[in-house]
């Protein structure tokens, strides 16, 4: 095995990828207590600004585990808000978002965490993206990474940016704000929850 495939498949044991088909093989040295360093820093989230009635523009928020047949342990969470003075500009979304790969509870894997820079929803479907700004994997540290949640109420579905490339080194260096993959991955059942708020926006109107 070449290099580029052995870094490629550790960064894809990351993302929940590869995983499904080859194992864990590839994954970061990362000790479940090292992974899970900082994981307050997900709930210190800059909540939105609510309107006069008291609601944000859009938000994304709720932690839980991923479906596995095997024993991988993996674990996305969010806390993405957009002020209701900020709804005609996801770009100005607030946040963070972590997500955690282990080979089975308690066991290695790797961890990347960072702040929220967009987000856009859609009835009960987000889109969210974000810088990692923390990271055992130094390949994807400072890289935008993409995520859209659809909100089915206790038995959600997950996608991320780097699915289709086949791990983070090989997705576009600029990843647009707001892009992410079809959300495929379905959430295990009892392990958590996410909740999206629907995006209030201004429609344009007809000045003519």
């Known amino acids: 095995m070449n290099r ?6 550790r960064v894809i044991a990351l993302g929940a990828t590869l995983l499904m088909v ?24 800059g ?7 008291g609601r944000e523009a859009a938000a994304l928020t709720g932690s839980a585990k991923m479906f596995r047949k095997t024993t991988e342990d993996v674990t996305f969470t969010f806390d993405a808000h957009l002020a209701a003075a900020d709804r005609n500009d996801p770009s100005r979304a607030t946040g963070t978002f972590r997500f955690v790969h282990l080979d089975k509870p308690g066991g290695k894997g790797a961890y990347a965490e960072g702040h929220i820079d967009c987000l856009m929803t859609g009835g009960k479907v987000a889109t969210v993206t974000g810088v990692v700004t ?7 540290l400072g890289k935008r990474v993409g ?3 659809q909100d089915r109420g206790g038995r959600d579905r997950v996608g991320y940016s780097w699915a289709p ?3 983070t080194p090989d997705q576009p260096d600029e990843l647009a704000k707001c892009a992410s993959s079809a959300p495929y991955e379905k959430v ?8 999206v708020l629907p995006w ?9």
Do not use: C, E, W
């Open 147 to 149: 995520f859209t949640v």
């Open 47 to 53: 909540h939105g600004r609510p309107d006069s009635q």
């Open 134 to 140: 923390g990271t055992d994997l130094p390949q994807i």
């Open 165 to 167: 490339y086949g791990g």
């Open 22 to 45: 080859t194992g864990f093989s590839g994954a970061g040295a990362a000790t479940a207590t090292g992974a899970g360093a900082g994981a307050g820093a997900t709930r210190q989230a």
């Open 4 to 9: 580029r495939v052995m870094n490629t498949t």
């Open 188 to 195: 295990r059942r009892g392990t958590g929850d996410f909740r």
């Open 200 to 208: 209030k926006f201004d429609y344009p109107t007809d000045d003519g």
